[in-house]
């Protein structure tokens, strides 16, 4: 049984500019040894955005979107599609790195809407909460908070569980994939995900210093 049932540990993070290639002889002869050669010469046909969240309980892709653009605005509203999946009440904790779009105006404001907040948040770039990324982040990490942040440090995104499912899509789908189109590449990743959540979803016994899924952050 869960210790904490009401509470949720989710793993958010974007792949960027995954490109849609198209082999242009389709697969290289095999080896001498049966090994199949990757066919080096390509056509490019764009790239996609991906933002995933992984639920770190059960392993599953709970959300995910694709597009041409990751701005503060996709993003917040990312996180805000990814709350409203859950159960209303629940605590949420999600697990993310310190990209500058993590700890945006906007996703404060939403938060701070959530959570019911009073007190003006100031101005970005001049004072209060919005100031600047520290102070935003500070706000975004809050404990007493149903939806609160953690941080990945500087420099250890790979820390954040997102990134192993995420090099799991590169070597099933994408390194050896031929794409003819964004759409082709967009509709093999969504049959992954579906895939993926069917017969290779398992819960993650994921955690670093002074935090596992089960028992409060100290950082």
Known sequence: MRKHPNRHVISIDEKTGIQAIERAKGAAPKSKGAHQRVEYEYIRHGTTTLIAANNV????????????????????????????????MDQVIILSDQLNTHMSESLVRWIAECEGYDEGLGTKGREGILKNMVTRRRFLEKEEHRIRFVFTPKHCSWLNPIENWFA???R???SNGNFS?????????????????ECLAKPLKWKFKGFDKDREPLI
């Open 181 to 197: 189109s964004v759409e082709e590449l967009q509709i093999k990743i969504e049959a992954y995900v579906a895939f993926y959540n």
């Open 172 to 174: 099933h789908v994408i």
């Open 57 to 88: 309980e059960n392993g599953q892709v709970i959300n995910y979107r694709m597009g041409d653009t990751r701005d503060e605005t996709d993003y917040a509203d990312f996180i805000k599609c990814t709350v409203h999946a859950l159960p209303e």
């Open 168 to 170: 799991k899509l590169q």
